[in-house]
């Protein structure tokens, strides 16, 4: 269509605008492509920091039931009976191995024993 044109300054005019606007073109497309990339980016990010939100709620929410257990119960408690149950293996494995287990080890465990029917006790 430009070559139909036969005024060469007009047909140079044109061609320069449609250079022109071409380029234009060119670079709201590029724009176009950077800003479509950023929402996206955006988007990740964003979803990434509900994730993590999310994440730490429930670790929150664990701490709070840890905190609960711990409240209802004393410190104490629990490590006795986490010495409750080790000594316990021992003695079971002593007894069937046949090895005589020290008086330190079986006074122990009846005393931490004691201790725990001592606070039901106390509970009740």
Known sequence: MINNVTDKELRKKIEKELNDFSKQTSKLEEQEKQASNE?????????QLEISKTKLDLL???????LTILAKESIASIIGALLLIIISICLLVCMFIGIEPTKIIESTFLLILGYFFGHAVSKK
């Open 60 to 66: 929150e929410k664990k701490s709070q039931i840890w």
């Open 39 to 47: 929402e996206r980016e955006y988007e990740t990010s964003k979803k």
